[in-house]
């Protein structure tokens, strides 16, 4: 997450390698249970054993959720928050972030996921970052640096986004693809990565931002569409050796 890290290998996602990269935090630990694997970088690891169940916690409540409605776990367009008012909040926010852009709520997730766990993790680290698959809370400083992995694309860990403000901020990063990660996406991008407001919100933009990539010539036009999103700041989406960016963030060159 540094300038001046070494590229990741393309496969590095699978193995999460690219948590091992040089620059990395070395504050940090990784809390696992069953597919949930998260990398958490805080002010200091003692944070550990609360990530751990708070994971078990969101899960458990999720898990109980989705048992009783299999049809909200495997729509793929948005489900009515009225029509099930007894959710827990994590899945209401999943459905609030899926409603922006016509997805199912199961494509925000991650990205909830990573959020609920850090805003319980805040008051014992303020500054902290929260990695789930790809889909990153930060809070707690005015300036990051984010690789874009973009599976086997040349820009892959080559290029980057600098996301800043002239005070400490919490934002979500998500990056979606049809290449990389076991979401589906009805797209053809290498990466579709969303800079918003809150984690959920990133998630399901990225998902819907992906899926509508099919040529070169539908980069700039999924980045100005998300860019005119309330809440979504910044976009980047990446098709072999093309890009296109927009918002309220830097691209950088992490090579250089």
Known sequence: MSKGSKSPHPSSFRQRSYRRLPGLESCSFEVRVEESDLWIS????DIEPLAYDRLLHYRNLLS????????????LVPVA????????????????????VGVGPMAAV?????????????PLSPELVVENGGDIFLTGRSEYRLAVFAGTSLLS????????????????????????GHSISFGQADAVTIVAHNTALADAVATAMANLVQKKADLARVVEKALALDGVSGAVAVMGPD???GGD???????S
Do not use: Q
Request: hydrophobic share 45%; glycine share 8%; net charge negative.
């Open 64 to 75: 109980t959720f989705l048992l009783r409605h299999p049809e909200w776990r495997d729509s």
């Open 249 to 255: 963030i830097e691209l950088i060159d992490l090579l």
């Open 42 to 45: 805080g002010l200091n690891s």
């Open 110 to 122: 991650a990205g909830a996921l990573a959020e609920a766990i850090g805003r319980d993790l805040v």
């Open 157 to 180: 860990g080559r290029i980057g986004i600098k996301v800043k403000a002239p005070h400490t901020f919490s934002c979500g990063v998500c990056t979606s693809s049809a290449k990389v």
């Open 243 to 245: 890009l296109a960016g």
């Open 81 to 100: 928050a009225a029509e099930y008012p007894l959710a827990p909040p994590l899945a209401r926010e999943m459905m609030s972030a899926s409603e922006v």
